[in-house]
Nanobody
Framework: QVQLVESGGGLVQPGGSLRLSCAAS????????MGWYRQAPGKERELVAD???????NYADSVKGRFTISRDNAKNTVYLQMNSLKPEDTAVYYCTAQIANRTRPWRAMDYWGRGTLVTVSS
């Protein structure tokens, strides 16, 4: 079993900051890409940030310059630092990762967390 657990969401005023964390645990053999998606009410889920195959950060245009993704491989954790938050950033944020578990180390599968709600409002 592999689990992704997000934390750090909450209510913040416009212009404020939040830091999301996502920790992967369980029977992990290797972790490939990790990233963040979000889904606002009435909208489709969209990519926020992840890493390219070369390990460089990749951002949606709407968050460039405001959000920073980082990763601690030793802790199997990915972070999303969100600054200058706007009301349109309100959404449920989901962590995702491509993980090969110990029972099938040759095959990476996509895993998703349950999501953490970020509300930007005054």
């Amino acid at each position: 079993q592999v689990q992704l657990v997000e934390s750090g969401g909450g209510l913040v005023q416009p212009g404020g900051s939040l830091r999301l964390s996502c920790a992967a645990s369980g029977s992990i053999f290797s972790i490939h890409n990790m990233g963040w998606y979000r889904q606002a009410p009435g909208k489709e889920r969209e990519l926020v940030a992840d890493f390219t195959s070369s390990g460089s950060p990749n951002y949606a245009d709407s968050v460039k310059g405001r959000f920073t993704i980082s990763r601690d491989n030793a802790k199997n954790t990915v972070y999303l630092q969100m600054n200058s938050l706007k009301p349109e950033d309100t959404a449920v944020y989901y962590c995702t990762a491509q993980i090969a578990n110990r029972t099938r180390p040759w095959r990476a599968m996509d895993y998703w967390g349950r999501g953490t709600l970020v509300t930007v409002s005054s």
